[in-house]
């Protein structure tokens, strides 16, 4: 009801109120989810992700510190080697043969470069299929980043690199177990299939471009995992979140602070992506048999009967938990889940009686389908309504 609404708003507004924000008491408001309005959601998640510090007086000062730092990010990663590539067509005689593109010392940085040319195709193929039932990625945002977009610029953006290596290279596709799919360069005259994302005229930036630069320069600080096929449904949520916040002076900020508080909720979570941690207990393996230890432990019945048609929690559990359940349910749903993934202390634990939730909500059915019917089901997932599922799982919790 709206009298409740307005209460609730009214309850966040006191706790985000506070010199030193009481982080347990916004958690518990949080775990119920957090309202959208005057931009409460967007600032929550900020805290929530231990981005923002608990002091609201340090806010300012932080704030600008870490845009300047992603300015730099920018600086570094994109318009100085961009600069170098322009330079090189124009000034041949300075560019000395331990530095030529051709060299092949693996220590060269055009070796560098080119190796960053396949994290960046991979990266550009999913974020132009973010979400494709929502008109927002494709739309322009509203603050591009001028740094990168002055027509004055001669040097190689990303959008031109991925031009160029496009029309170049046969496209190199990487899965998450390392298969290398080639495909003819013959079929990149036709650069985009219709399902992905045009670019837009210069000038202009949509934002599953921004989405695009906040990835690539996540690959390159973090060589050792660089981008996973995935990773593009985890950032697009947060960045979502904050470029929709009704405040500008938070809005016009969305890509820095996006980058951030995906670095550290990849912190938490990039063990999922990582195949060589897979048996280890942080490792993905071990949370999809905590699923079914979970399950047996709250409905021996169900867990038998999964069991018994071989059904594996790897069989979908993986894309459960490692993508936080990004790819089962429409964007404002998933939203919500994550308010309350957020805001428990145990986040990743919480998602494991989410999942068990999920599947006990469908017990039933699954009870009485064949291994097809019940593959298709957790496939694709029946219940759309993510209140009912998080209650459940929240009952898990307190031990039902």
């Known amino acids: 009801s709206r009298s409740f609404w307005v209460s609730r708003i009214q309850e966040f507004r006191a706790v985000l109120s506070g010199e030193k924000i009481d982080l347990d008491a916004l958690r518990e408001l949080c775990f119920g989810g957090i309202p959208f309005e005057g931009g409460i959601q967007s600032l929550c998640w900020k805290i929530l992700l231990n981005y923002l510090p608990l002091e609201q007086k340090l806010w300012d000062s932080f704030l600008k510190k870490q845009r300047e730092l992603y300015t730099q990010f920018l600086k570094e990663m994109i318009i100085q080697p961009g600069i170098a590539k322009a330079n090189l067509g124009l000034s041949r005689e300075d560019v000395t043969l331990e530095d030529h593109p ?37 739309r322009p945002t509203d603050y591009p980043c001028l740094l990168i977009l002055d027509p004055q610029n001669e ?49 202009c930036e949509a934002h599953w471009e921004v989405v695009e630069r906040i990835l690539f320069i996540y690959a390159k600080l973090n060589p050792g995992i660089a981008y996973v096929q995935g990773m593009n449904e985890i950032v697009g949520p947060i960045y979502y979140t904050f470029a929709t916040d009704p405040n500008s002076e938070w809005k016009e900020h969305a890509e820095a602070d996006t980058f951030f508080c995906f670095t550290n909720l990849m912190s938490e979570n990039r063990d999922n992506f990582i195949k060589s941690l897979d048996d280890s207990q942080c490792g993905i393996s071990y949370k999809m048999e905590s699923v079914y230890s979970t399950l047996k432990e709250k409905d021996m019945e169900l867990y038998l009967k999964l069991q018994e048609q071989n059904i594996r929690p790897q069989y979908f559990t993986f894309r459960w938990l490692t993508l936080l359940l990004s790819q089962e349910f429409l964007l404002p749903d998933v939203i919500r889940i994550w308010d309350t993934l957020f805001s428990d202390k145990d986040r990743f634990g919480f998602l494991t009686l989410v999942c068990c939730a999920m599947l006990i909500l469908i017990r039933d059915q699954l009870l009485t389908g064949d291994f097809t019917v019940n593959m298709r089901l957790l496939q694709d997932y029946p219940i759309s309504d993510v209140h009912t599922i998080l209650k459940k799982a929240k009952e898990l919790q307190d031990g039902a």
């Open 102 to 138: 051709l060299n092949p010392n693996p220590e060269s940085r055009w070796n560098n470069y080119f190796k960053d040319n396949e994290v960046l195709l991979q990266i550009d193929k999913d974020v132009r299929r973010l979400y494709p039932d929502m008109a927002f990625f494709q």
């Open 155 to 203: 040097y190689e953006t990303l959008r031109r690199r991925v031009e160029q290596t496009t029309l170049k290279a046969q496209t190199v596709a990487k899965n998450r177990s390392g298969v290398t799919n080639v495909s003819s360069p013959g079929k990149s005259q036709n650069l985009y299939p219709s399902n992905e994302y045009e670019v837009l005229p210069n000038g």
